[in-house]
């Protein structure tokens, strides 16, 4: 497995709507090991294919430490409530925003083997599914926020979260 770049959200290749995997591939599969790697060591919860330079719709989920969610081709198929709360992104280092988002979603993907999947997700399950199928549309959390947090929040914030 091999660590790739992350993508800072300066990169034009963050804004480009990304088109569908046509195949799985042992590229494919290769770069999901890589993803997943990658995502593990930035200490992140979910990681889209053009954070890393790769314009498919694909993306790597763990929000639950060893509960994996390989997203190829993903849609989100049903999306109820609203939740309100922190969003951070690795592709937006140090900061920090305010973001609304449903509170349940329903999501219909391929996995590694081709095989169509259902995945429900509720709270930071159905954040971080909204939050990567957003960036294969180029979409950042930073467009969608209600508010980023200030300095000194954010510093609040990490202080809060390091106990
Ligand atoms: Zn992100």
Redo the contacts with the bound molecule.
């Keep these: 497995m091999a660590r790739l770049r992350i993508l800072k959200d300066n990169e034009p290749n963050l804004r480009k709507k990304c088109r569908p995997v046509s195949e799985i591939t042992q590229r494919t599969l290769t770069l999901l090991d890589d993803m997943l790697e990658t995502m593990r060591k930035a200490n ?1 919860v ?3 294919g053009p ?1 890393v330079g790769v314009l498919r719709r694909i993306a790597v989920v763990e929000v639950e430490e060893g509960n994996v969610i390989e997203l190829i081709n993903p849609v989100i198929i049903e999306q109820t409530g609203s939740q309100t709360g922190y969003e ?5 280092p140090g900061r920090t925003g305010i973001v609304t988002r449903p509170d349940y979603v329903r999501v219909k993907a391929l996995d590694r083997f081709g095989e169509e999947k259902f995945y429900e997700g509720t709270g930071l399950l159905a954040r971080c599914f909204c ?2 199928i957003a ?1 294969l549309d180029g979409i ?2 930073t467009d969608v926020a209600d508010r980023m947090l200030t300095e000194e929040e954010l510093k609040a914030y990490m202080e809060s979260d390091a106990e």
């Design positions: 992140g979910g990681l889209a954070q951070g992104c690795l592709s937006v939050h990567e960036h950042l959390y």
